[in-house]
Structures are given as structure tokens and as C-alpha cells.
T-cell receptor
Framework: DSGVTQTPKHLITATGQRVTLRCSPR?????VYWYQQSLDQGLQFLIQ???????AKGNILERFSAQQFPDLHSELNLSSLELGDSALYFC???????????FGSGTRLTVV | EDQVTQSPEALRLQEGESSSLNCSYT??????LFWYRQDPGKGPEFLFT???AGEEKEKERLKATLTKKESFLHITAPKPEDSATYLC???????????FGAGTQVVVTP
């Protein structure tokens, strides 16, 4: 157990639907990062939050959004889902020192 | 933009057969270079951070080294449990984001 908790572990949904992925960071970590991993793309950075504020954005689609709440957990919202959104979505957290992240076990999203 | 290229894409080793993985990078102002191990369907597991050229770090059968343009992950006398995908990432420019390479898939056979 890495200390970073992601739910749900698996999600199957239909095209056009909306889903929410949840991440609880390691205790004491203020930064949360979201990554997408598909077979042909590797790990792609989506977005970073630090203590409730958006810090950096990667190649995140407009259909995707995220937020970090006062208790530091984060949610990634994916809407108008397409088949190509099927992937593993990882959350990672860090203590802000920049010395690497700790990843969660991921949410496997399948869009049918 | 930061770029990370890992080679080879895949590596098949006999147990005990040492080898090296390469990670070439271009980044504006390297803050750190990171190695992770990832098992199928699992999240990446942190192995090492290297901060400056000439730095080396070791953990069991793994040793990571860093130059100004590339990093190597040496696997000495590997065991089947070392089978995994090894990911390299760089952190540069602004604080926080890691740029990952595509990974090297290592299979160690008994």
C-alpha cells in the first residue's frame, strides 16, 4: 500500500457518459497529480493541484476537469466519454519537496 | 519541451545476466531525474532520484547513474522478480511535473 488511495479500481461506462475518479493523497502531501496511461501513449501528465489550487496543466482535454478539496482529496471528472478515453488513470502525491511522487494503484476506465 | 527517450523498448534476460537500460533526455534546467518500476496493471513504484551529473544510487541489484545527457539503470545478476517495466522521468523547468519516457519492458527468465 503506497498510501495514495484511488477509487474506484475499475469502471466500465458507455460513450457519452460522465464519470468521477477519486484520489486521496498520502498523509501530509499537499500536491496531487493526475496522469493518463494508455497502451500507445505511455504516462501523460494531465493536471497538478497544490493545496487546493491548480498549479500546472498538461494535455488535458476540455471535457476533463479536476479539483482538490480542503481535505486535500482530489477528483478527476471526465465527461462526454469517447472510446479513446479508455485508459488507466493514476493519481500521485508529493510532499512538495520535488523528490519524486508516490503513485496510487490507478483506476482502469473502459468506455464501451 | 522536455523529452525523454528510453532504450531498448524491451529486454529479455536470463537470470544472472547483467544489463543496462538507457534514458536520454533533453530538459531546460534539470531539477531531477527519476526511475520508477511498474508491474502490469499497477501504479509506478519509486526507485531513485538523481539530481546532478556524476551522481549514482544503488538499491539491491539496481544501480542508477546520471550524466548531462543520459541516465543508465544497471541491473546486476537479475532475478525473475526483477521483471517489470522500468520508467524514466525528468523534472525540469517549473516545479512539479514529471515527463516520462515510454519505458523499457524487462523480462528475466529462470
Amino acid at each position: 500500500d503506497s498510501g495514495v488511495t484511488q477509487t474506484p479500481k475499475h469502471l466500465i461506462t458507455a460513450t457519452g457518459q460522465r464519470v468521477t475518479l477519486r484520489c486521496s493523497p498520502r498523509s501530509g502531501d499537499l500536491s496531487v497529480y493526475w496522469y493518463q496511461q494508455s497502451l500507445d501513449q505511455g504516462l501523460q501528465f494531465l493536471i497538478q493541484y497544490y493545496n487546493g489550487e491548480e498549479r500546472a496543466k498538461g494535455n488535458i482535454l476540455e471535457r476533463f476537469s479536476a479539483q482538490q478539496f480542503p481535505d486535500l482529496h482530489s477528483e478527476l471528472n471526465l465527461s462526454s466519454l469517447e472510446l479513446g478515453d479508455s485508459a488507466l488513470y493514476f493519481c500521485a502525491s508529493s510532499d512538495g519537496t520535488g523528490d519524486g511522487y508516490t503513485f496510487g494503484s490507478g483506476t482502469r476506465l473502459t468506455v464501451v | 519541451e522536455d523529452q525523454v527517450t528510453q532504450s531498448p523498448e524491451a529486454l529479455r534476460l536470463q537470470e544472472g545476466e547483467s544489463s543496462s537500460l538507457n534514458c536520454s533526455y533533453t530538459v531546460s534546467g534539470l531539477r531531477g531525474l527519476f526511475w520508477y518500476r511498474q508491474d502490469p496493471g499497477k501504479g509506478p513504484e519509486f526507485l531513485f532520484t538523481l539530481y546532478s551529473a556524476g551522481e549514482e544510487k544503488e538499491k539491491e541489484r539496481l544501480k542508477a547513474t546520471l550524466t548531462k545527457k543520459e541516465s543508465f539503470l544497471h541491473i546486476t545478476a537479475p532475478k525473475p522478480e526483477d521483471s517489470a517495466t522500468y520508467l524514466c522521468a525528468v523534472q525540469g523547468g517549473f516545479w512539479g511535473k514529471l515527463q516520462f519516457g515510454a519505458g523499457t519492458q524487462v523480462v528475466v527468465t529462470p
